[in-house]
């Protein structure tokens, strides 16, 4: 009998020191404290490269910029509503999609100052920008649109027709000239074929329903959609099949995801985080941990793998670093 109980404790220890690894948590940085502001914030964006992190501080009607590597805020640029930012690296241009009033604003990155702007039918939402044509596309906030935009030329220049409207994310697959948007209303992403500005196909993604986040796997044939429900789901790029599904927090907005770590991040504004391994077609959970309350916006820094979250609290907005550990 006693050997029994030895063998059943040894096992219990062994599950117990396998969880303890496979769990992932977030250490706290201090928070940084944007001067002058205040209001809720929509997506943020890390510009590794150029060690910035874009905050579009849509109740500000700013883009705030802070310094990856002091932690400082260098500036609020008045844009307007802002709802997201994309980067060209090599022109050195941050733009910038606002929906009150409706437009992009193109920002010089190393002045921090608005140089341009193309003004937009209807309110604007989420934002990309494709580096290999030079196209920003941005998504029109009441209909089922999706702006390409030459912004050189400060035009519109193809309107993309997609399933429904509310589209959330969106990713670029530059090998194989692809595009794919989530479309919130119609629970699907749909996949863009670059050189057309065509919709070629739309996947469902229950069960995760009300679409926000997407990722791209540059190492696979995946994108990971996560939805507002509180279900993420791993599928494949070229068919459309649902690979793997997990659970996340409820009510996620926006989620970050380090290719090079295979992790994903879903925060939610009760101050709750939870974490995924991704690895191939399979999804791991690797626990909830605490973020900050209120905060929806999140954002990687690829260099150093900080997790950055944006917020309000009280009269006052923060940013706030996170460093992620065994």
Known sequence: MKKIQISVALAFLYVAATLSTNAASLKPGDPVLIDNAKGKFDFIRADSKGRRLLL???????LDIIDLDTHKLLKSIPTGA??????????????VSVSAPPHMAIIDSKKLEVIGEVTLPAAADLMNFNPATSMAYVCNDTA????VIDPAAK???NTIILPGKGMEDLVFDYKNK?????VKAANVVSVIDLASNAVVASYPVAPATNPHGIAYQADGDTVLITGGGGKAV??????GKILAVADTVTKTDEMAYDGKQHRAYFPNAAGKITILGVEGEKLTPLGEVDGAVGARSIAIDTKTHTVWLAYPKGEQSFAQPFTPGE
Do not use: C, P
């Open 56 to 62: 579009a501080h849509t109740e500000n009607k700013s």
């Open 82 to 95: 802002a709802q997201d930012a994309a980067v060209d690296s090599k022109n050195g241009l941050y733009f």
């Open 144 to 147: 089922g649109e999706l702006w």
């Open 155 to 157: 035009k519109i220049v």
């Open 178 to 182: 692809k595009a794919y948007q989530v």
């Open 234 to 239: 791993l599928m494949s790029r070229s068919t």
